[in-house]
Structure formats: C-alpha cells, structure tokens
C-alpha cells in the first residue's frame, strides 16, 4: 500500500488516526499503531510477514545479547551483521550473485526466482544500527520487545524509510504529545509531499518513461537530454515527496522524525550533495561503515579505499544491477577528484558555477541509475554528446513528449528544487494570514492530487524498488 492510493488516503490512514485518537493512554496507543502497522505491511506482502516478525525478533535478541558484560559480545555483533546482511543477500542479491558467476565463469548455475520483500533494506539496516548502538552503549538495549517492535514497524517509515536510529525515538515510544496544531502541521507536510509525487514525480516519470523506451534510432540528444534532466527531477520529487508524507504522518501521531533531504540540486559540490540526498542513508553509511573502517584517520590511501568500499556499498544497497554499483562508485570517484582537488572546487569562487557543475555530474549518475543497463546507458550519453542533428523520425518519436504539462512540471519542478519555501516560510512566520494561505494551498494541492489518483493516473514509487 503506497501513501499515493485511494485505499490509504481515504481508509487505512483515516481509521489509523482515529482510532489512535480514541486510545485513551501510551500503552494502548502503542498497541494500536503496533496494529495497524503489520495490517499496513500484510496488505502489500502478507508472505513475508513472518520475515519481518523473525527479523525484528532475532535483532531483539542479539541487542539483548549484545548489552550483557560477557566476553563474545564481539562475536554477538558480528553474527548480527552477518545474518542481518545474509537476508538481503538471499532475498535482494542472490539472482544478481547467481548471473554475474555465470556470465563471468560460463556456468549454469539454476538462478533463484525470488519475491523481493518490500522495504527490507530499509528494515534491515535500522534493525542492524540498533544492535550496533546497543554493542557501543549497553545502557541503549531495549527489554520490552513490543517497543523495539514498535520502532521497526512503524508504519510512516516501515517500507522506504527514512532510516531511523533508536535513540532518536526511543523516548518517543513512551512520552510523546499528539496536540490539534501539531496534527495538522503533519497533514500539511503529508499533502505537500503527496503533491511532489502525484502532481510533480509522476508527471516527469511518464516522459521518463517513454524516452528511455525509445529505440536507440527514435532517440535524439534533446531527448536524452530532457530524460536525463526529467529523471533527476523525478527521482527527487518522488522520494523526498515520500519522505515528507512519512514525516507528517508521524506528526500527526506525535513522533518527530529528522530531514531526510536538503534541497540537494543546491549543493556546488558532490560532497555537498550527499550531506542534503537521502541524508538518513548517508549517515547510516558514515556512522556505521566509513568512520569503523578508520575514516579518513589513517592516511590518504586508506581514506581513498574507505570512500571506494562506502560508494560501492551505497550502489549496491540500492539494487542488484551493475548500474547501481557503478552509479556509486561514480559518485566516489568525483567525491575523491574534489578532496585531491583535481576538480578544483575551492578555487571557483562564483557558487552558480559550481553548483552547475555539481547539477551536471549528479544527472549524468542518475542516467546511469535510470538505465536497465550499463549499454543504454552508455547509448544515453552518446546521444547526450553527438545526437543534435534529429532526423525525422527523431523528432517523430521526440514532439509528442514536449507537451505543455511536462514543461510546466519541469520548470515548477526546477524553481521549488531550489530553498526558496523555506525563505518565504522564514519571512513570513507566524503571521496569521500567511498561516492561513499556506493551509489553504496546500488543500488545493491535495484536491488536484485526488483528482489526478480518481482518474487512474500513473502512479509508481521509485523507491519500492530498492
């Protein structure tokens, strides 16, 4: 059940909040939002809800283990890691595993066919951050298993983060307020976020779709160019448009979730773009791999191949294909040309160059992300390079993408991926008309996106896939 549906829209998440509301203390709060979650995960993947129960209990345990003052707690850690890891590499990776032997071997290796459980590399890297804390701080173990219980499963943040770290809601689960303003300040945040993925994301994601479907002779370099442009807006706008959606839900049931993104088109450099993208997966990878395997403490070398392995890991989290690992690995080698200072960042001191610069090298990694392969990805960049010449049957398949809505979306979508609501928000707060107004477009922007979902519009979640 995606946020963008009917279903959730107008009956799972309206009998989730009142019936929250009609919970008359924490505990049965708890149980009911505990509840409403495994409905929530059992509508989309009832098969692998069991999977999801064990996981959560086998991380119960081992942060249980973990606390105790015993000699192998560093053995209890690692068989966390290990069987934590060992999940996605059965479920996420193992066909992928499978195919790359064969390919590179001439093997006939039979290539397993499994379901992908939705939202287990999400699930599965917040279970591990918690046992790793507990390894770290003992003090942090949890011994109620329906409060662990509860901050995995968390519905708002359950299937596609972000990737919330124990501590930072563990006093969330027993004192927190559910206050009038603060649920409609969530409603507010959820509707905007639904208007980035209904209005914005899908609208991009059509043309998107019909350019990389193009035959390699229909494709032009102003199509290559608009799919590269319209993806690295789509991506955008669909995944921080979910995180919105899964911060004011969780407001408006008194949890406080951190930003998961910052206006990331408005970095200058690519090190400047992972601290405002997906800033929760970011941090994960920065708390609990790059500063365990020493950072940038032990020497220029170490700290090139730590950067390496982080980039490859980040890659490959995002799916089994070679176009991930090697979309990560991209963005590693442009972090390592900007700390070597071969690309010489520092000394362009005109920011508009600089974050043109960094616009630049972050659409041409997301068309190797977009791409089903690493040769149509390469096809996309030679037509982003050679192909301004169209023929006609170019321009055949390139004029029925160009129409009014899509430019419209693109420069909406271009002008808001700038921080320019969060300075109109600093100009005006507090003022009660302005309040006002704000409340009243974003129920505008919320009646259109039921609009568009009434009518069957494409709806996909990008974000699903990983």
Known sequence: MVFSSVEFLFVFFPVALIGYFLMPKMLPKNIWLLI????????????????LLASCLMNYVFGRLAASPKPWRKLVLAAAVVLNLGLLAVFKYSAFFTETINGAFHL???????????????????????????YRDPSTSQRNFYKLLLY??????????????????????????????????????????????????????????????????????????????????????????????????????????????????????????????????????????????????RGQARTILNKVIVFFCTGLWHGANWTFIVWGLYHGLFQLLEQAKIVP????????????????????????????????????FKQMVTGFVMTPEQITAFCPIVVPSLVIVLIVGAVFAMPILPKV??????????????????????????????A??????????F
Request: proline share 5%; hydrophobic share 50%; net charge positive.
């Open 345 to 380: 960042i520092g000394k362009i001191k005109w920011r508009p160059v600089r974050q043109l610069y960094a616009c630049l090298v972050v659409i041409g990694g997301f068309v190797i992300f977009r791409a089903d392969t690493l040769s149509q990805a390469g096809q996309m």
């Open 36 to 51: 409403v979650s495994l409905v929530f995960y059992a509508y989309g993947e009832p098969v692998y809800l069991l999977l």
């Open 108 to 134: 006939a290796i039979p290539v397993p066919q499994l379901t992908f459980p939705i939202g287990i590399s999400f699930y599965t890297f917040q279970a591990m951050s918690y046992v790793i804390d507990v």
């Open 152 to 297: 995995i499963l968390l519905f708002p943040q359950l299937i596609a983060g972000p990737i919330v770290k124990y501590h930072d809601v563990a006093a969330q689960i027993d004192h927190r307020t559910q206050t009038l303003p603060g649920v409609a300040r969530g409603l507010r945040r959820f509707m905007l976020g639904l208007g980035k993925k209904v209005l914005l994301a899908n609208t991009l994601g059509l043309a998107v779709d019909t350019i990389y479907a193009l035959a390699p002779s229909e494709l032009s370099a102003p199509a290559a160019w608009l799919g590269a442009i319209a993806y690295a807006l789509q991506i955008y706008y669909d995944f921080s448009g979910y995180s919105d959606m899964a911060i004011g839900i969780s407001g408006t049931f008194g949890f406080q979730l951190k930003e998961n993104f910052d206006h990331p088109y408005y970095a200058d450099s690519i090190q400047n773009f992972w601290r405002r993208w997906h800033i929760s997966l970011s941090t994960w990878f920065k708390e609990y791999l790059y500063i365990p395997l020493g950072g940038n403490r």
């Open 425 to 454: 928000k600093e100009r005006f707060e507090g003022r009660p008309v302005a309040v006002v107004l704000s409340y009243v477009a974003t129920f505008a922007v919320f009646a259109l996106c039921v609009l568009r979902l009434s």
């Open 456 to 465: 069957g519009a494409y709806n996909p979640f990008i974000y699903f896939r």
